[in-house]
């Protein structure tokens, strides 16, 4: 663990306590005051906590769920990693705005924060660590349950980006997160946490899956919202069938359409000027694809109209189901308890990305950040690196339901922390498998963004790959081979562990020629885990492995069982 420099630190806390519960419980070192861009007390009262750190409340209306465009096949480019700086930091209020209206939880933090800071010795640091690390989640926790509103801009940069006190880090790590693209332009699901417990909190997403039963919902409730969830799952699906089907529609529509050209395209006869020549051998052939493009058409109308009709059933259940919702008032206003239960899930994953010995700190300090905008796990970034994965693993976000395959890019959350990789929470939701979009997180201040990127795609590989095997994982498809050579290796620890890390390898070395995994692992990974057609064109070039490989490719293909 990093420890910040205290040398010039001095702190004079007074050993009286403020029986009146103003925010600090001494006299603060002008030095420590400058350092939490507080101004000098002296010649003046204290202000009173209530003045700082009052409160109030609001109801908003919930707004429509999201909806998924089944017809994406990639992701949106990325044209820009930073823009202008913005005066982020500037307001010299900003410590104080951001413990504003969170009771008691202020105090604490602001006494364990100052503790920290003032002492130089590491026992003692490590004693007021401990303290500080739950007294920022409590703290946290008072603003995440207001994500719903317009919250202050210092609110948001906390729940962002772990900014609590700006003069914890540099002034050019300040500039790069003022650098940081603020607003979503990509249409892509990745969010920050702030931007997700606003969508939680509004109903535009339903929450994260856990383990407890919410005691929130009756058993009424409960139930209908898992109705409306399904029907809007099998709606979006259908939606999904007609967009292909009319894409298809077009293609062939467009092809006829050239076909007619080349038709009416008839040379004067050299012996009769006046008069144009018939059909030539290639305009016949030309004649009979259009007769083809007919028939299909006429095919895929009548496709059209059948599914039309599923969708217009569906439409209308699911406004029926939503109407049922609304009457009970399941849906009418934001639902605090389901936010606060996804504030804790946030918590959970940041645990999980920082993982056992990982670091803690929730606090953005300087000897703790990365020393490039593009080292950060920022949006664009992550997107960035999402499309180069995705370029190498192909099928990595496919989905078939109903012998429907879709692409299904899952929600990233991106978790304001120093953990090492990114995990799966969940790879889709559990009353919706046809469309809704998984979850991973991702943490944004990781050694290596990459790694940290894969590393929770793999998680995600592995989970919906179980998820299909079901009851039968350890025995068939990508789990059930993986596991196979797992157990017949007599390895211990986590299968799942074991997959994520020859994931990274499989990603990071393999698709560049250099064996780094086992012989069978890595014939597991080229049938269920295959590079595009071009790479593994390039790849049996390279070595006899591949070249072995790529040989059982086509062997398979021509047989039965492929």
Same mark, same amino acid.
């Given at each position: 663990?990093?420890?910040?420099?205290?040398?010039?630190?001095?702190?004079?806390?007074?050993?009286?306590?403020?029986?009146?519960?103003?925010?600090?419980?001494?006299?603060?070192?002008?030095?420590?005051?400058?350092?939490?861009?507080?101004?000098?007390?002296?010649?003046?009262?204290?202000?009173?906590?209530?003045?700082?750190?009052?409160?109030?409340?609001?109801?908003?209306?919930?707004?429509?769920?999201?909806?998924?465009?089944?017809?994406?096949?990639?992701?949106?480019?990325?044209?820009?990693?930073?823009?202008?700086?913005?005066?982020?930091?500037?307001?010299?209020?900003?410590?104080?705005?951001?413990?504003?209206?969170?009771?008691?939880?202020?105090?604490?933090?602001?006494?364990?924060?100052?503790?920290?800071?003032?002492?130089?010795?590491?026992?003692?640091?490590?004693?007021?660590?401990?303290?500080?690390?739950?007294?920022?989640?409590?703290?946290?926790?008072?603003?995440?349950?207001?994500?719903?509103?317009?919250?202050?801009?210092?609110?948001?940069?906390?729940?962002?980006?772990?900014?609590?006190?700006?003069?914890?880090?540099?002034?050019?790590?300040?500039?790069?997160?003022?650098?940081?693209?603020?607003?979503?332009?990509?249409?892509?699901?990745?969010?920050?946490?702030?931007?997700?417990?606003?969508?939680?909190?509004?109903?535009?997403?339903?929450?994260?899956?856990?383990?407890?039963?919410?005691?929130?919902?009756?058993?009424?409730?409960?139930?209908?919202?898992?109705?409306?969830?399904?029907?809007?799952?099998?709606?979006?699906?259908?939606?999904?069938?007609?967009?292909?089907?009319?894409?298809?529609?077009?293609?062939?529509?467009?092809?006829?359409?050239?076909?007619?050209?080349?038709?009416?395209?008839?040379?004067?006869?050299?012996?009769?000027?006046?008069?144009?020549?018939?059909?030539?051998?290639?305009?016949?052939?030309?004649?009979?694809?259009?007769?083809?493009?007919?028939?299909?058409?006429?095919?895929?109308?009548?496709?059209?109209?059948?599914?039309?009709?599923?969708?217009?059933?569906?439409?209308?259940?699911?406004?029926?189901?939503?109407?049922?919702?609304?009457?009970?008032?399941?849906?009418?206003?934001?639902?605090?308890?389901?936010?606060?239960?996804?504030?804790?899930?946030?918590?959970?994953?940041?645990?999980?990305?920082?993982?056992?010995?990982?670091?803690?700190?929730?606090?953005?300090?300087?000897?703790?950040?990365?020393?490039?905008?593009?080292?950060?796990?920022? =949006?664009?970034?992550?997107?960035? /690196?999402?499309?180069?994965?995705? !370029? &190498?693993?192909?099928? #990595?976000?496919? +989905?078939? *339901?109903?012998?429907?395959?879709?692409?299904?890019?899952?929600?990233?959350?991106?978790?304001?922390?120093?953990?090492?990789?990114?995990?799966?929470?969940?790879?889709?939701?559990?009353?919706?498998?046809?469309?809704?979009?998984?979850?991973?997180?991702?943490?944004?201040?990781?050694?290596?963004?990459?790694?940290?990127?894969?590393?929770?795609?793999?998680?995600?590989?592995?989970?919906?790959?179980?998820?299909?095997?079901?009851?039968?994982?350890?025995?068939?498809?990508?789990?059930?081979?993986?596991?196979?050579?797992?157990?017949?290796?007599?390895?211990?620890?986590?299968?799942?562990?074991?997959?994520?890390?020859?994931?990274?390898?499989?990603?990071?070395?393999?698709?560049?020629?250099?064996?780094?995994?086992?012989?069978?692992? =890595?014939?597991?990974?080229?049938? /269920?885990?295959?590079?595009?057609? !071009? &790479?593994?064109?390039? #790849?049996?070039? +390279?070595? *006899?492995?591949?070249?072995?490989?790529?040989?059982?490719?086509?062997?398979?293909?021509?047989?039965?069982?492929?």
């Amino acid at each position: 663990m990093g420890s910040i420099p205290t040398t010039s630190i001095q702190v004079a806390m007074s050993s009286k306590n403020d029986s009146q519960g103003s925010m600090f419980s001494g006299d603060i070192d002008p030095d420590i005051a400058e350092l939490m861009g507080i101004e000098s007390s002296s010649g003046s009262p204290k202000p009173e906590y209530s003045d700082l750190f009052g409160s109030n409340g609001i109801s908003v209306d919930q707004e429509s769920r999201e909806e998924i465009d089944l017809t994406k096949k990639h992701f949106t480019q990325i044209t820009k990693y930073e823009e202008a700086p913005k005066p982020f930091f500037k307001n010299p209020n900003f410590y104080k705005t951001v413990l504003s209206d969170t009771g008691d939880a202020a105090q604490r933090f602001h006494k364990y924060l100052s503790d920290y800071l003032a002492t130089e010795d590491l026992k003692e640091r490590a004693v007021y660590r401990g303290k500080l690390i739950p007294a920022y989640w409590n703290v946290i926790e008072q603003i995440a349950m207001r994500a719903y509103e317009d919250l202050p801009l210092p609110k948001q940069l906390v729940l962002r980006f772990g900014v609590v006190l700006p003069k914890l880090i540099s002034a050019e790590q300040q500039s790069i997160i003022a650098r940081i693209v603020f607003n979503n332009e990509w249409d892509e699901p990745v969010h920050y946490v702030d931007e997700w417990l606003k969508k939680i909190a509004t109903g535009q997403i339903a929450n994260s899956a856990t383990d407890e039963t919410k005691p929130i919902k009756r058993k009424e409730e409960h139930k209908i919202l898992s109705k409306v969830d399904q029907t809007r799952g099998q709606r979006d699906f259908q939606v999904g069938v007609i967009a292909r089907k009319t894409e298809e529609m077009m293609s062939i529509e467009r092809l006829l359409g050239r076909s007619c050209q080349q038709l009416s395209e008839h040379p004067n006869r050299s012996d009769f000027p006046q008069l144009k020549r018939s059909y030539s051998a290639d305009q016949q052939r030309i004649l009979q694809d259009c007769m083809n493009y007919v028939r299909e058409l006429g095919n895929i109308d009548r496709d059209l109209t059948r599914e039309w009709k599923k969708l217009e059933e569906l439409q209308h259940n699911l406004l029926s189901i939503q109407g049922k919702a609304e009457d009970i008032g399941v849906t009418a206003t934001v639902d605090s308890d389901a936010l606060h239960v996804e504030f804790n899930t946030v918590r959970q994953m940041s645990k999980l990305c920082v993982g056992r010995q990982g670091n803690h700190m929730p606090v953005l300090m300087k000897n703790y950040f990365r020393s490039h905008i593009r080292d950060i796990g920022t =949006r664009e970034n992550i997107i960035a /690196y999402m499309a180069q994965i995705e !370029a &190498l693993d192909p099928e #990595l976000f496919l +989905r078939t *339901f109903k012998r429907e395959t879709n692409r299904i890019v899952p929600h990233v959350i991106i978790i304001p922390c120093y953990g090492e990789r990114g995990v799966c929470w969940e790879p889709f939701e559990r009353f919706n498998r046809a469309t809704s979009r998984g979850r991973i997180a991702v943490p944004m201040f990781p050694k290596d963004l990459k790694i940290a990127v894969i590393a929770a795609l793999a998680d995600l590989r592995w989970q919906v790959a179980k998820e299909k095997a079901q009851h039968y994982w350890m025995e068939e498809g990508l789990t059930g081979r993986y596991y196979q050579w797992f157990t017949e290796k007599k390895i211990k620890g986590d299968v799942r562990e074991y997959f994520i890390n020859d994931y990274i390898l499989w990603i990071t070395k393999e698709s560049e020629g250099t064996q780094k995994l086992d012989r069978d692992v =890595r014939s597991v990974f080229w049938r /269920y885990v295959p590079f595009p057609d !071009a &790479l593994r064109e390039t #790849l049996k070039n +390279r070595g *006899f492995v591949y070249n072995e490989l790529y040989k059982k490719d086509i062997n398979r293909s021509l047989s039965d069982g492929y």
